[in-house]
């Protein structure tokens, strides 16, 4: 067993330093996708699925990270989120899983819209505290800035996950 281990570490190992240190992002994705699946058909044989069972659950799981991955970037392309909130968002959505994931797209678009307004007003009531305004400047409160995203999207997941099966499963 721990033989099989050891070559599994050195096989993942010559797979992973050359995606890594690719110069295009993609081969990292796609073994990322691939690694994915794996943990989903793994998991499937973990649970006494049946072999194609198993195949399927790898599949799904590449292919919702796949979309959730392709929504944020969808997001990142015309600047409305970051590249690491993309990659945060499609993060969350594999962990919350299908049912989940939809729930925790709502929540944090609505934490992002409570975000939004909460950055208006402060933005209004800036100058009025006295601040300096170089260090406003350089904060989420200049004019222009953007907003950090990341923040509404922690908040949804720390407000979905209360009904995840995943924080269940956890629990009990």
Do not use: C, H
């Amino acid at each position: 067993m721990l033989k099989q281990r050891v070559i599994t570490a050195i096989v993942l190992l010559a797979l992973l330093l050359p995606a890594l240190f690719a110069a295009s992002p993609w081969p990292f994705a796609v073994l990322t996708l691939l690694l994915i699946g794996a943990a989903g058909w793994e998991w499937g044989r973990l649970n006494n699925a049946g072999a194609g069972l198993a195949v399927a659950m790898g599949v799904l799981l590449a292919l919702a990270g796949a979309a959730a991955l392709a929504l944020g970037m969808a997001l990142f392309a015309p600047g409305w989120v970051g590249g690491g909130d993309a990659k945060l968002f499609a993060a969350a959505a594999l962990w919350f899983g299908w049912p989940g994931a939809g729930e925790f797209a709502l929540k944090a678009v609505l934490a992002g819209g409570a975000l939004a307004l909460i950055l208006i007003i402060l933005r209004r009531l800036a100058p009025a505290t006295g601040l300096p305004a170089g260090w406003v400047a350089k904060s989420p409160l200049a004019e222009g800035a953007p907003a950090p995203y990341g923040i509404a999207l922690a908040a949804g997941a720390l407000w979905t996950l209360p009904n995840a099966s995943i924080f269940a499963a956890a629990v009990s």
